[in-house]
C-alpha cells in the first residue's frame, strides 16, 4: 500500500474524510467479527473441559445401580449418543438461550444463580478500579515527574508488589489487622447479619438497593464491609495503572515537544498535564479496562476470603462440590464478561486515538 | 596475570575461534548483569531457592511431615523459628520443603509450556500463510481468556492435585510465547542466512528447529523468567483453594489456606508461608527485569 503514493497523508484529495470512516467502520467490524470468533472459541473450551471430566455425566445422573435401559436413556436425554460436533452445536445453542443447565449444589438453573451472585462481584470490582485510578494514574504521574526521587522508587516498589503478593494472602493480613485488631472496617459478608435480607434486591447492588429503600443505616454497613475486599482489589489494579501511566509518561516526557514547552516557559504544572498527559489518556483507558476486566477474575480468591457472596465464592464451592455446570456456567460468564471489556476497550482506542485511524 | 590475560581474552574485539566469540558474549553480559543491583539480588534469591529445595532435608530443623499434637499452634522461637501449625508441624521446615514443590511447579511449566509456543509461534511465522492465520487465531483466541479462571475449571474437571494444577497452568500459559516467538521469526525469516539454507535444500523444519528457535530463546529466557512469578501465584492459588497439591505435601498456598482458620490469634500459621510466595515471587521479578535490560534491550520499558 505504501507504494502507491509515498505520503498518504501529505495531500489530503476529496473524499479522504470518507474514505477514513469507511476504514475506521471496517476496523470496528473486525474487531465485532474477533469478539464473536473468541466467544465461540470461550465455549469450544468450555465443552471440551466438560467432555475431560472422568466422571460420565450419564453415570451421575442415574447412579451406578441403574439398570443398562435406565441409563441408555439418560445418556439420549443427555444427547451423549450424539457424534461430538451435533453436541457442541446443541451446546452453543443452549448457552445462547442462557440454558446453562442445573446446578447440582443448589438446585437450580445455573443462570438464575449467576443472575444473583453477579452484582455482587460486579459492586467489589467497579469500587476496586475506581480506586486503582483515582490513586494510580496520580501516583504514576508523579513517578514519571520526578524520576530517581525516593517516592518514585517507593511507587516503583508498590508496582513490583502487586506482581509479587497473592492476593489471597493479602486479604487475610488484611482481615486481621484492619478487622481484628484495628477494627477499622467491618468483617466478611455483605452487611451484617441482622441486616441480611431486609433490603429487597432491585439491581442487586446493595449500595444501590440500600439508597433506593431509604436505608441509609445499612447503606453505611455496607460500605463498611465492602472498603476492605475493594481496597486490596483497588491495590492490585493501582500497582498496575501506575506502572504503566509511569512509563507512558516517561516516553512522552522523553519527546522534543515537552522541552519546547518548558522552553517556552510554561509552568511545569501545566506541562505535565496539559502537554504530557493528554497524549497517554487513551492508552491508559486501554490500560484501566484491562485492569478493570483482571480484577473480575481477581475476585475469585478475595470473595473466598470475605464470603462475598460474588460469583468468584459461588465459582470455588461449585469447583469444591464438583459441580460441573456451575463451574462451566461461572466460567463462560467471567470469561464473556472479560472477553467483552478486552474488544470493547481495543474498539474504543481506535476511535479515540487519532493516530489509530 | 593470568586473570588479565583471560579478560582481555574475552573482551577480544575480533575474537579468533567461536568459543572465544560465545564465552566473550556471556562474560559481557554477566559484567552487564552485575552492575545490577536489583538483579543481582533476583539472583540471590533464585539461587537461594534452588539451594533449599537441593538441600531441604539439611536445612530444615524438623521433619515437614511429623505431628506433635503437644506442640501445637506455638509461636516462633528458638525452637520453631516460624512456630508450629495447628498439628505440631514445624512451619520453617515445611516451608523449605515447600520450595522443592514451587521450584518443581516452575520448571515443569516453563518445559511443558515455553517449548510449545516457541514451537507454534515459530512455525506460524515462519510457514505464514494460513497456517500463520489458524495458528495465531488459535493463540488469540487463548490470549484473551482469563487465565486463573481457565486453570480453575480445567483442574476441576481433571480432578484436584499437583500434576493436573501444572498441566493446567502450563495450558493457559502458552499464547504469549507463541507470540512472541511468531514476532522474533518475523524479524529475521528474510535474512540471508535463512535464504543461504534454504538454497542448500534445508526443509522448513530443520530451519525452524536449527536456525529459528535458537534466536528466540534469549527473549524466551526473559519472558519465562518475567512470568514465573505469575506461575508461582497461581499454582499457590490453586493450592490455597485446595484444587493444587493435596495434603500433607507442604505446599505454601495450601500451607495458607491451613492457617485461615487460626489468621486472628496465631497469625503466623498463615503470614510465613506468604512471605516465602513474596520472597520468591519478587526474585523473580528482579531477575528477569534485569536478564531484559541485558539480553533483549529493544523490548520492554526503557526506564
Redesign the interface.
Same mark, same amino acid.
Not at chain 1, 506482581?163 to 494472602?169: D, E, G, L, Q, T
Not at chain 2, 484473551?144 to 481457565?150: F, V
Not at chain 2, 490455597?240 to 484444587?243: D, N, S
Given at each position: 500500500m505504501a507504494t502507491e503514493t509515498p505520503f498518504p497523508d501529505a495531500a489530503p484529495k476529496r473524499g479522504a474524510g470518507a474514505k477514513r470512516t469507511r476504514k475506521a467502520a471496517l476496523r470496528l467490524a473486525g474487531i465485532a467479527l474477533?469478539l464473536i470468533?473468541?466467544l465461540l472459541? &470461550?465455549i469450544a473450551?468450555?465443552f471440551f473441559?466438560?467432555r475431560?471430566?472422568?466422571i460420565d455425566p450419564a453415570l451421575a445422573v442415574v447412579g451406578d445401580r441403574a439398570p443398562k435401559a435406565v441409563y441408555q436413556a439418560a445418556r439420549v436425554q443427555l444427547g451423549l449418543d450424539k457424534p461430538l460436533i451435533v453436541q457442541f452445536v446443541n451446546y452453543v445453542k443452549a448457552v445462547a438461550t442462557g440454558d446453562l443447565g442445573m446446578s447440582v449444589s443448589t438446585g437450580r438453573p445455573v443462570l438464575q444463580d449467576l443472575k444473583e451472585v453477579f452484582p455482587a462481584t460486579l459492586e467489589m470490582a467497579t469500587l476496586g478500579i475506581l480506586i486503582g485510578i483515582a490513586l494510580g494514574v496520580p501516583m504514576g504521574v508523579h513517578a514519571a515527574a520526578r524520576?530517581g526521587s525516593w517516592t518514585d522508587q517507593i511507587i516503583r516498589v508498590v508496582g &513490583?508488589?502487586g506482581?509479587?503478593?497473592?492476593?489471597?494472602?493479602l486479604g487475610?493480613?488484611g &482481615?486481621?489487622v484492619f478487622y481484628?485488631r484495628l477494627q477499622w472496617v467491618d468483617g466478611p459478608g455483605r452487611v451484617d447479619i441482622a441486616y441480611d435480607g431486609l433490603v429487597t434486591p432491585v439491581t442487586g447492588l446493595i449500595l444501590v438497593d440500600s439508597l433506593l429503600a431509604g436505608e441509609t443505616e445499612i447503606f453505611f454497613n455496607a460500605i463498611g464491609h465492602l472498603v476492605l475486599p475493594a481496597s486490596i482489589l483497588g491495590f492490585f489494579s493501582l500497582a498496575y495503572i501506575a506502572r504503566m501511566t509511569?512509563?507512558f509518561m516517561?516516553?512522552q516526557l522523553a519527546q522534543e515537544y515537552i522541552v519546547t514547552a518548558r522552553v517556552k516557559g510554561l509552568p511545569e504544572r501545566i506541562v505535565i498535564w496539559r502537554h504530557a498527559f493528554r497524549p497517554i489518556l487513551v492508552p491508559l483507558i486501554t490500560v484501566c479496562a484491562l485492569s478493570y476486566?483482571?480484577l473480575?477474575?481477581?475476585s475469585?480468591?478475595i470473595e473466598?476470603?470475605f464470603s462475598w457472596p460474588g460469583i468468584g465464592n459461588y465459582?470455588?464451592v461449585? &469447583?469444591?462440590n464438583?459441580d460441573?455446570a456451575a463451574?462451566?456456567g461461572?466460567?463462560l460468564l467471567?470469561?464473556m464478561v472479560?472477553?467483552f471489556i478486552?474488544?470493547v476497550s481495543d474498539a474504543l482506542y481506535n476511535v479515540l486515538d487519532p493516530r489509530a485511524r | 596475570m593470568a586473570f588479565t590475560d583471560m579478560r582481555n581474552w574475552l573482551l577480544d574485539e575480533s575474537p579468533a575461534s567461536r568459543r572465544q566469540a560465545r564465552w566473550g558474549r556471556i562474560f559481557r553480559i554477566s559484567l552487564a548483569f552485575r552492575g545490577n543491583a536489583l538483579a543481582m539480588v533476583g539472583l540471590v534469591i533464585v539461587l537461594a531457592l534452588i539451594a533449599m529445595a537441593a538441600f531441604a532435608p539439611w536445612i530444615a530443623t524438623h521433619d515437614p511431615i511429623a505431628q506433635d499434637t503437644y506442640a501445637r499452634l506455638r509461636p516462633p522461637s528458638a525452637a520453631n523459628w516460624m512456630g508450629t501449625d495447628e498439628l505440631g508441624r514445624d512451619i520453617w521446615s515445611r516451608v523449605v520443603f515447600g520450595a522443592r514443590i514451587t521450584l518443581a511447579i516452575v520448571i515443569l511449566v516453563a518445559v511443558l509450556a515455553a517449548p510449545a509456543g516457541l514451537l507454534i509461534g515459530a512455525t506460524a511465522g515462519y510457514l505464514g500463510g494460513w497456517v500463520d492465520r489458524v495458528l495465531m487465531?488459535?493463540t488469540?483466541?487463548?490470549l484473551?481468556?482469563?487465565?486463573?479462571?481457565?486453570a480453575?475449571?480445567?483442574?476441576?474437571?481433571?480432578?484436584p492435585g499437583i500434576e493436573n494444577a501444572i498441566l493446567a497452568i502450563a495450558v493457559t500459559s502458552w499464547p504469549s510465547y507463541a507470540r512472541i516467538a511468531r514476532a522474533e521469526t518475523l524479524t529475521f525469516k528474510n535474512a540471508d542466512f535463512i535464504a543461504a539454507s534454504r538454497l542448500q535444500g534445508a526443509s522448513s523444519w530443520r530451519i525452524v528447529v536449527g536456525h529459528i528457535l535458537p534466536l528466540c530463546t534469549s527473549s524466551m529466557i526473559v519472558r519465562v523468567t518475567l512470568d514465573m512469578? =505469575?506461575i508461582i501465584?497461581t499454582a499457590?492459588?490453586l493450592g490455597?483453594? =485446595?484444587?493444587g497439591a493435596q495434603p500433607p505435601l507442604p505446599e505454601w498456598?495450601a500451607m495458607?489456606a491451613r =492457617?485461615?482458620t487460626f489468621?486472628?490469634d496465631q497469625?503466623w500459621v498463615?503470614?510465613m508461608p506468604?512471605f516465602a510466595?513474596?520472597t520468591v515471587?519478587?526474585g523473580f521479578?528482579?531477575l528477569g527485569d534485569g536478564l531484559r535490560d541485558v539480553l533483549d534491550p529493544k523490548s520492554g520499558?526503557?526506564?
Open positions: 474477533s470468533v473468541t472459541g &470461550l473450551i468450555t473441559i466438560g475431560v471430566v472422568p524520576q &513490583l508488589a506482581y509479587a503478593i497473592p492476593a489471597f494472602w487475610l493480613v &482481615l486481621a481484628a509511569r512509563s516517561l516516553d476486566a483482571a473480575l477474575e481477581g475469585v480468591m473466598t476470603i465459582l470455588t461449585a &469447583l469444591l464438583a460441573m463451574v462451566l461461572a466460567t467471567i470469561g472479560f472477553i478486552n474488544k | 487465531g488459535i488469540d483466541i487463548f484473551s481468556m482469563p487465565k486463573l479462571i481457565l480453575l475449571a480445567l483442574v476441576a474437571a481433571l480432578g512469578a =505469575g501465584l499457590a492459588g490455597f483453594i =485446595g484444587l498456598g495458607i =492457617g485461615r489468621i486472628l497469625w498463615a503470614t506468604g510466595i513474596i515471587s519478587l521479578c528482579f520499558e526503557k526506564h
